[in-house]
Every structure is written in C-alpha cells, then in structure tokens.
C-alpha cells in the first residue's frame, strides 16, 4: 500500500493504467446473478457514470455505451478478434491435458481472424448466406417447426425449449452446415460445453468434465470434416469451403476447416435457439404487442428486430487492442482486452428513446448491435431472422392464446456472453386452438 494525499490506494484496485478502480467497476462480476438476469440494468450505472472501465474482476476492459461498441466493432485493427473465442477461464493443468490428449487445437474461424486473411477467407465463403442461397431452407424451417408443434399442440402446456426452441435451430444449422443426419444426435451433446469451455466460469473440477466434452466435440467435427472429404458434393457450407480448399488453399486451410465444423454449429445453434426463446418470453410477457403481431403477422420482422435489440442471445463480444488506443476519452493500453457489451448498448438510452421498453414499432431497433457491426458483422443473420420469423408465425397463426406459466423462474447458463432461459413454459387450452374451429 501507499497513499496520494494521505488516502492509502489498495494496488489491486487499480487498473493497468495506474488509475484507482472504482467501486462499481470493482463489484463487476459478470457470472454474477445481476448480470445474467438483466446484462443491461446490471451495467446501468456504468452507461451513465464510467463508460468504458477495467474490471479486476475479469482482467478486462469493459465498454457499455452504444457509440464507443460500434467504434470497436468498426474497427477491427486497432480493436482485433483474435481473443473472440480464447478462453475467458483460463483452464487448470489437468484440464488442459485433457484438452491435449484430445488432440483439441480449435483456432481461427471467421470470427476471430485477422485481416487480410479474414475479408479473404470472408468473400470467398459467403456466398451460401445471400438470402436467394438461403431461400430452400424456409420450407424446411417451416416442416420442422410444424412438426414440433404438432407433438405438443394437444397438451396444453410445454417447456417449449426442451420441446422445440433447441432443437429446432440445432437441425437447421448442421443442414446450413451439411452435416448428415446420422451425425446429428452424437454432435448434440457437446455444444453447451463449447459455451461454457469458452465464454464460461467452470470450478476446477468442472473444467475437467467440460474437457473431456470439448474434446470429444473436436475429435467428433473432425471426423465429420473426413467424411465430408470423402464426398465433397455433398449439400451445406462445410462441402462448400472443402471444395474450395484446392484452389485457394492458404485462405481455407485445414486448420480452418476443423475449428470452423465446431465453431460454426454453435454460431448457428445456440444463438438462434437463445434468440428465439428469448423473443417468445418478451412478447409474451408484452400481452398487447403479441396480440398485435397474431393479428397482423406482417408486424414478425419488425417484432423480431425489437426483440433482438431487447434481449438480443449474444450480450458481449471481445477484442484486443493492437496498439495503445483511447475508447471514449479513455486510455486503452495495447494488449488490453476488451468485453463489448452489446446488451447494454442495446439499451443505451443516448441511441434508444425508452430503451426498457419494449416497442415492436420502434424505427431504429435495426440499428441493435446484437449481430456486431463492421467487417464481421454475422454472416448467418438472414438465416437467423427467418428462423425467427417462421418460429413466430406458426406460434401466432397455431396457439395465439398461450400464455406465459405464472410464476416460473428463469435461469441462465453462467457465462459473459450466450444469454436466454433454461426453460420457457407455456400453457394454453385446447380446445381453443383456431385449427379445431377453423381447420
Ligand atoms: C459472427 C451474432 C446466428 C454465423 C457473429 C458475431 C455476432 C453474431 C455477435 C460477431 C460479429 C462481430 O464480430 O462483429 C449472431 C446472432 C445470431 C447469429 C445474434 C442469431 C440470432 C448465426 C447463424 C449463423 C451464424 C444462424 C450460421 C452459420 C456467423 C459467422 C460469423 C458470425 C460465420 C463470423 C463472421 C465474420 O467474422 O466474418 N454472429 N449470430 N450466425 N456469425 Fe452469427
């Protein structure tokens, strides 16, 4: 300890750059209850009073206002994504072997490339995500939610996660990806652990077990990637980029392809499943703008956006300065890292008139930071907001009466970045579903 003006300054609240941590940015914990129930009320106090702030707690710079998140996201030089899928815990040793003895080396995808290699990698990649690529799989969205509502449709009540919202994003994005249905159930099991691996606080003794999980995961995508290999003509973006590797093989090398195959399942499952659930519960609990959406569908876009920019599935995102920086007024350090916090800039009331609330006709709710900005801005969002859309239709059009089960409660898996409820239960009565009276 020493002191400045006969105040003792305690060093381990103070940031990399010498200044004194406050006690908010201190108290910071983003495992914690508050954070992951509300990202955005939780970080109120720091929108208003310290905008961009080093959290002890995280080793992190965190950023919460609207206009310094699009200046990172926009910059993808000063501000790089290598970080984007290191581990924010870092592992134990035995977790670590673990890892090892599975052979795991998950490195650059998309996400987390830098330039020139990403914009490469990026244009030679995306064609399969134009909406008229992507058109063909609105029918089979549609099949597959049909056919999942028709199991529950008679019961009048359903945990329309476990029933519906996981599974139905999960076999969309492994047909996106061209993974054949016999891989489907196995590749299942190991995406939550991704999550946790990566933007979650596992103890020790859970760091093992979601190794092992991991591991397996990777040693799973790699002999889906060989089996691919063996019929490159295959259907889905995975073939897609093998088919691609001879002619340019420095942009989409092998490394590449084994980290995307994992990666990209939970870019396009977790997410969309998140974003869903996320989306039912808030119009849901919005009675009057449900009831506006079932009798006017042409309203699902506009809702979808509203509720992305709400409670969007993806509340931060990382980046590492390449060179000593400053992110509103603020001294950034090179090699400081950075958590973005798009749920808070979602609810930045200096972009957003009533950001809390929730306004399905609101003008500018596409300017939400759910889906990044800039050169990474998410290739898959045309397929998400479909799935979304389609979701929301055949809900409205099917059981426009289900209510919200009173009185649950809503828990969400640990972690700083991936964000909706465990379980979302509804209930309805039968016999008023419109297809009994109106087929
Ligand atoms: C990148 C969000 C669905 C594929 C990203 C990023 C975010 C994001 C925040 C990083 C953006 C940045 O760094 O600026 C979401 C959300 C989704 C969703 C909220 C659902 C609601 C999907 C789907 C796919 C997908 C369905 C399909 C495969 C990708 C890819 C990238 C990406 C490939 C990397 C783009 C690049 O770095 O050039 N997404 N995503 N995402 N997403 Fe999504």
């Given at each position: 300890?020493?002191?400045?003006?006969?105040?003792?300054?305690?060093?381990?609240?103070?940031?990399?750059?010498?200044?004194?941590?406050?006690?908010?940015?201190?108290?910071?914990?983003?495992?914690?209850?508050?954070?992951?129930?509300?990202?955005?009320?939780?970080?109120?106090?720091?929108?208003?009073?310290?905008?961009?702030?080093?959290?002890?707690?995280?080793?992190?710079?965190?950023?919460?206002?609207?206009?310094?998140?699009?200046?990172?996201?926009?910059?993808?030089?000063?501000?790089?994504?290598?970080?984007?899928?290191?581990?924010?815990?870092?592992?134990?040793?035995?977790?670590?072997?673990?890892?090892?003895?599975?052979?795991?080396?998950?490195?650059?995808?998309?996400?987390?490339?830098?330039?020139?290699?990403?914009?490469?990698?990026?244009?030679?990649?995306?064609?399969?995500?134009?909406?008229?690529?992507?058109?063909?799989?609105?029918?089979?969205?549609?099949?597959?939610v049909r056919?999942h509502v028709d199991?529950f449709i008679?019961?009048?009540?359903?945990?329309?996660?476990?029933?519906?919202?996981?599974?139905?994003?999960?076999?969309?994005?492994?047909?996106?990806?061209?993974?054949?249905?016999?891989?489907?159930?196995?590749?299942?099991?190991?995406?939550?652990?991704?999550?946790?691996?990566?933007?979650?606080?596992?103890?020790?003794?859970?760091?093992?077990?979601?190794?092992?999980?991991?591991?397996?995961?990777?040693?799973?995508?790699?002999?889906?990637?060989?089996?691919?290999?063996?019929?490159?003509?295959?259907?889905?973006?995975?073939?897609?980029?093998?088919?691609?590797?001879?002619?340019?093989?420095?942009?989409?090398?092998?490394?590449?392809?084994?980290?995307?195959?994992?990666?990209?399942?939970?870019?396009?499952?977790?997410?969309?499943?998140?974003?869903?659930?996320?989306?039912?519960?808030?119009?849901?609990?919005?009675?009057?703008?449900?009831?506006?959406?079932c009798?006017?569908?042409?309203?699902?876009?506009?809702?979808?956006?509203?509720?992305?920019?709400?409670?969007?599935?993806?509340?931060?995102?990382?980046?590492?300065?390449?060179?000593?920086?400053?992110?509103?007024?603020?001294?950034?350090?090179?090699?400081?890292?950075?958590?973005?916090?798009?749920?808070?800039?979602?609810?930045?009331?200096?972009?957003?008139?009533?950001?809390?609330?929730?306004?399905?006709?609101?003008?500018?709710?596409?300017?939400?930071?759910?889906?990044?900005?800039?050169?990474?801005?998410?290739?898959?969002?045309?397929?998400?907001?479909?799935?979304?859309?389609?979701m929301?239709q055949e809900f409205t059009t099917r059981l426009p009466h289900m209510?919200?089960?009173?009185?649950?409660?809503?828990?969400?898996?640990?972690?700083?970045?991936?964000?909706?409820?465990?379980?979302?239960?509804?209930?309805w009565?039968?016999?008023?579903n419109p297809e009994r009276?109106?087929?």
């Amino acid at each position: 300890r020493t002191s400045v003006g006969g105040c003792p300054i305690d060093h381990s609240r103070l940031d990399p750059t010498g200044r004194p941590v406050s006690p908010n940015a201190a108290a910071f914990n983003p495992f914690g209850e508050a954070y992951l129930q509300d990202p955005a009320g939780a970080l109120r106090w720091s929108r208003d009073e310290e905008p961009v702030f080093y959290s002890p707690e995280l080793g992190y710079w965190v950023v919460t206002r609207y206009e310094d998140v699009k200046a990172v996201f926009r910059d993808n030089i000063t501000f790089s994504p290598s970080i984007a899928l290191e581990k924010i815990t870092p592992f134990s040793d035995e977790a670590n072997a673990v890892l090892k003895a599975h052979g795991y080396a998950m490195d650059r995808t998309l996400v987390n490339e830098d330039e020139p290699a990403h914009m490469l990698r990026r244009r030679a990649l995306q064609e399969p995500f134009t909406p008229e690529k992507l058109a063909h799989h609105e029918a089979i969205v549609r099949r597959l939610v049909r056919e999942h509502v028709d199991r529950f449709i008679d019961a009048g009540r359903a945990d329309l996660v476990s029933e519906m919202l996981f599974e139905v994003p999960l076999t969309v994005a492994l047909h996106f990806l061209g993974v054949p249905e016999e891989d489907m159930a196995t590749l299942r099991r190991y995406s939550v652990a991704h999550t946790v691996n990566t933007w979650g606080r596992p103890s020790p003794e859970e760091q093992v077990a979601v190794a092992e999980s991991v591991g397996k995961f990777w040693e799973y995508s790699g002999e889906v990637l060989d089996k691919m290999r063996q019929d490159p003509s295959m259907p889905g973006w995975m073939p897609y980029g093998i088919r691609l590797q001879p002619e340019m093989p420095d942009v989409i090398t092998d490394s590449y392809l084994h980290s995307m195959m994992m990666a990209g399942i939970v870019a396009a499952h977790e997410t969309t499943a998140l974003a869903t659930t996320n989306a039912l519960r808030l119009l849901l609990e919005n009675r009057t703008q449900w009831e506006e959406i079932c009798a006017d569908p042409s309203l699902i876009p506009a809702a979808v956006e509203e509720c992305l920019r709400f409670s969007g599935p993806i509340v931060a995102w990382r980046r590492i300065a390449t060179s000593d920086t400053e992110i509103g007024g603020v001294a950034i350090p090179e090699g400081a890292k950075l958590l973005i916090v798009q749920a808070s800039a979602n609810h930045d009331e200096r972009h957003f008139d009533d950001p809390d609330e929730l306004d399905i006709r609101r003008d500018n709710a596409a300017g939400h930071l759910s889906f990044g900005y800039g050169s990474h801005q998410c290739l898959g969002k045309h397929l998400a907001r479909m799935e979304m859309q389609v979701m929301l239709q055949e809900f409205t059009t099917r059981l426009p009466h289900m209510r919200l089960v009173p009185d649950q409660e809503f828990t969400y898996l640990p972690n700083t970045s991936f964000r909706g409820p465990e379980h979302l239960w509804v209930q309805w009565d039968p016999e008023r579903n419109p297809e009994r009276t109106d087929p």
